[in-house]
T-cell receptor, first 112, second 114 residues
Framework: GDSVTQTEGPVTLSEGTSLTVNCSYETKQYPTLFWYVQYPGEGPQLLFKVPKANEKGSNRGFEATYNKEATSFHLQKASVQESDSAVYYCALSTASLGKLQFGTGTQVVVTP | EAAVTQSPRNKVTVTGGNVTLSCRQTNSHNYMYWYRQDTGHGLRLIHYSYGAGNLQIGDVPDGYKATRTTQEDFFLLLELASPSQTSLYFC?????????????FGEGTRLSVL
């Protein structure tokens, strides 16, 4: 079946440093790939989605490239802020999948 | 403004108790979902629906029933609650399915089963 594997957290880093959260996926179909972010006390919210291979998605300084050959969709940010502390979820969906398949989430903690 | 509203936000019940979680969306979305969130497991789909009267089984349906009474309203029912159902529950809605979906989530209901 379809699956998503992402960096196990927590990931702790200092303000101003760079962030990478790895995401790999498995599916026999052609997926759309997503990153969601969840702040404390809130529901997950869409960060961005990328429906086409070899394209990049971005929002709020975060970006990820849909790498079909490597089956990866790693989340990156060049310089994090304390307000980026959250749980980040990688997910996929396919034409036949009536749902999003989420990874287990990566907690990111940014210290001042 | 697009919204998914869940109630109650917090609920405590005892083992064997009867619980109903409610979800209303004002987005005119056809698709609605119930997820549970647990440490180490992320978000797991319980049930979902394509429209009023429709129900689809998700990945972790055991012990849960759901009912979609209108396009706006989706309910999750725990008829004999167990401690293993202590979790954070999220409702979501979407205007598409498959590769075109991007569910919009509510703020969650924290359920404790003692």
């Amino acid at each position: 079946g379809d699956s998503v594997t992402q960096t196990e957290g927590p990931v702790t880093l200092s303000e101003g440093t760079s962030l990478t959260v790895n995401c790999s996926y498995e599916t026999k179909q052609y997926p759309t790939l997503f990153w969601y972010v969840q702040y404390p006390g809130e529901g997950p919210q869409l960060l961005f989605k990328v429906p086409k291979a070899n394209e990049k998605g971005s929002n709020r300084g975060f970006e990820a490239t849909y790498n079909k050959e490597a089956t990866s969709f790693h989340l990156q940010k060049a310089s994090v802020q304390e307000s980026d502390s959250a749980v980040y979820y990688c997910a996929l969906s396919t034409a036949s999948l009536g749902k999003l398949q989420f990874g287990t989430g990566t907690q990111v903690v940014v210290t001042p | 403004e697009a919204a998914v509203t869940q109630s109650p936000r917090n609920k405590v019940t005892v083992t064997g108790g009867n619980v109903t979680l409610s979800c209303r969306q004002t987005n005119s979305h056809n698709y609605m979902y119930w997820y549970r969130q647990d440490t180490g497991h992320g978000l797991r789909l319980i049930h979902y629906s394509y429209g009023a009267g429709n129900l689809q089984i998700g990945d972790v349906p055991d012990g849960y029933k759901a009912t979609r009474t209108t396009q706006e309203d989706f309910f999750l029912l725990l008829e004999l609650a167990s401690p293993s159902q202590t979790s954070l529950y999220f409702c979501a809605s979407s205007d598409g399915t498959g590769r075109n979906q991007a569910p919009l989530f509510g703020e969650g209901t924290r359920l404790s089963v003692l």
